[in-house]
């Protein structure tokens, strides 16, 4: 895997809500067909109060000072969090950019430091290859009866899946 020298993965700062908005919608309802807004996503315009707290955070992927990518985690409680918002726009997917990779990874690495010991995370049946790309990184398919209470389902979910951090 080789990523763009010009990939950076930081955190979210306010200045970046719009931009990572551009990215995250036209994933869910132009190439999904998920009939969701950003007034349906709440976290998206509060993202410092929902994720940048306790143990979670917000990551963007940025090249060329352009936000290509997203990641979130969601502080749950008792070591655990919740895996929200990875997107990558369609023209940075791929091993050859390496962006979701890269997030993950700041996003596992970030997690293991502050002590999360489970992830968790809820997708759409539609996001096939989001699926591929979780169970290669040692995600496990579970049941939503599986979840933590205090997981945040979306109404969209309908697969989860589970990764414990050593």
């Not at 999904?32 to 990551?59: E, H, K, M, S």
């Not at 070591?79 to 726009?89: E, I, N, P, T």
Request: charged share 25%.
């Amino acid at each position: 895997m080789s990523t763009s020298p010009t990939l950076h993965i930081r955190p979210f700062t306010v200045a970046d809500e719009e931009a990572v908005v551009d990215v995250i919608l036209p994933i869910q309802r132009e190439e999904f067909g998920v009939a969701i807004t950003a007034d349906d996503q709440p976290d998206l315009r509060a993202i410092p109060d929902f994720y940048q707290q306790g143990c979670g955070n917000f990551w963007v992927a940025e090249v060329a000072g352009q936000v290509v990518g997203t990641i979130g985690l969601k502080d749950i409680g008792a070591g655990q969090a919740a895996l929200r918002k990875m997107f990558v726009a369609a023209s940075y997917r791929g091993r050859e950019h390496g962006v979701a990779h890269a997030l993950l990874a700041r996003l596992l690495t970030d997690a293991r430091a502050a002590g999360v010991r489970e992830i968790w995370l809820g997708t759409t049946d539609k996001f096939l290859a989001a699926h591929r790309f979780y169970e290669k990184q040692g995600f496990s398919p579970i049941s939503a009866d599986a979840l933590p209470d205090r997981f945040p389902r979306m109404a969209v979910d309908s697969r989860f899946y589970r990764l414990a951090l050593a």
